[in-house]
């Protein structure tokens, strides 16, 4: 038979022990021989092959057709090699416990499930199910026809009536329930209920659907109650968001196949919460309900955010402890591939903001960002021209709180950061007790339950400055106090803060990719896990090339 040597490329950002282990299990069965290769330089894995046409055939079909989606491969091309080619020993990575690729056992979408369960000669997962206490499904023994699916379907009927079901996942120990006040993540049952609940753009349901099974936050339809906003987390997962669902959809066989109950149920969402997990006798001392798993494998899950042209943010990692300039070379090395010169443009929650040309990792800076954080100073200097005085006279009229902001006379702190901005707007505007970072989570939180498609436009105006340019920020507060006196609602006015704030740094990216002649930016920064800044920021640079790393960290915790 004739022999055939073809090599598989995938684009891969980094190495995958996923991609590998399901390139392997394909292999495993066939007479082929083979071999795996990454360049990271190219961002290419590669696997060769050689073998009878037939067997080549075979592992074709079967990567075009069941290879599942991903966020981190895409299959490329096929190459045919010459006969030269060298196939070198395959050294695995350790193959993490994965067992989702299990969910081959699931039917196809119009075969009724509780007919295919019967049919199982075995359940995906070994463990045993209780209701009422009592086991009714075990892997002691081989179940009967039928019990598969009746032990199954009989849990997704107590969650359906309200109660919950402790349940051992391939992310740990959780709780499901009806119950929203319980709620730890949102698990919508399918992607109509997802678009049906959620404000979800078709790359966020894409990202939810992959193989890899994600997390997002995700803001729900509809108006929501205000929340006094918490922190955001600036460790793992780096997250910059206010009052959003954390998001998912069925991660493992048993989570999809509860799902499809609890569909025929008539229920379409359902919330998770995380408990330890604890020997049988205590479990069923607080839950009547369970499936437990002989061995439970607790996998850290992957927290993403994506923008509405598909970019993929990896949240999992923590911020890096280094300087900017540190960082950035960090980033340069993992993307050798980059030219060497490009836009860099890093919008971090607490640290310094950072647009500037790096050219063979040298930083030329473009913008400066330094103003006072001193709400009375911005009010003094509104103040000392004539349309300023008159702003400030007929803001006192509706917003007397500012007369005693005007009295005040503080020894001035700065910042470097333009997010700070929001925090001496909302202490302007709205609360002159609330401290800065309060002000400012409090200006995120409103643009967050904003529900049209555009805000105001606020001012970001460069001036000349030493040689370079610089923000003129007494502008921008002068532009919400406009609005504000004209009665823009605060989630409209906070909104079109944040929008503008985008559109001002796309317009300078796009002058500055003109004037250095620059087509490709790295973007950076936790407030890019922001979902109204990102969306509204790629959708500004159009025509510039997004450079955001998915295997490397958003943010960093020291000052440049």
Known sequence: MKQVKLAFIFSAPFRNPYLEFLLFKEIKN???????????????????????????KILSDVLATTFPLSLFFVFKQIQILDDDAIFEPYQTLDFPHFTLEKQRLLPAMNIDIKMHLNELQEFP?????????VPILSSARQPNKGVVAESFYALAKKVALGEEVYIHTLYGAKVLSINESEKEWSMPCDIATLELFFRVCSAEVNALASWEKPL???????????????PPSLISPICVSFDDDIVCLPYDVTLLILAHFLIELK??????????KMPIDEMLSKYSHAFVSNQLISLEPLWIAVSQKGHILNLSKPCMSMSYPHYLSEFL??????????????MGYEVPTIVAVCNEQRLQKILEIY??????????EIQCDSVGAKLIANFIQKFPHIQTMLAENRQPTYSENLFDVLGVIYQVLYDPSASLSEGK???????????????????????????GVALSYLLILRSCMSFALAGVDKETLAFGVVESMAEFYGNLLRDMGENFMLQE???????????PFLNALVRYIPSLKIHISPDFSLDHIKVF
């Open 371 to 380: 103003f006072p954080l001193e709400n009375s100073l911005w009010l003094q």
């Open 267 to 276: 229920v379409d969402i359902v919330y998770l919460s995380s408990v330890q």
């Open 216 to 230: 997002m936050r995700i803001p729900r339809k509809g108006l929501k109650q205000h929340q006094e906003p918490q």
């Open 125 to 133: 997962y070994k463990g045993n199910v209780y209701l009422e206490n």
């Open 441 to 467: 989570n409090k200006m995120l939180q409103f643009a967050t339950y904003f529900l049209g498609e555009k805000g105001p436009r606020i001012d970001y105006k460069l001036y000349a400055k030493n040689g």
């Open 30 to 56: 066939l007479s082929i021989r083979f071999c795996m290769e990454y360049l990271p330089a190219e961002k290419e894995f590669i696997l060769r092959v050689l073998g009878g046409e037939n067997e080549v």
């Open 333 to 346: 090395k993992q993307n050798p591939n980059l030219p060497s010169s490009l836009m860099v443009a890093h």
């Open 521 to 531: 930016v790295i973007l950076s920064g936790s407030m890019l896990s922001y979902r």
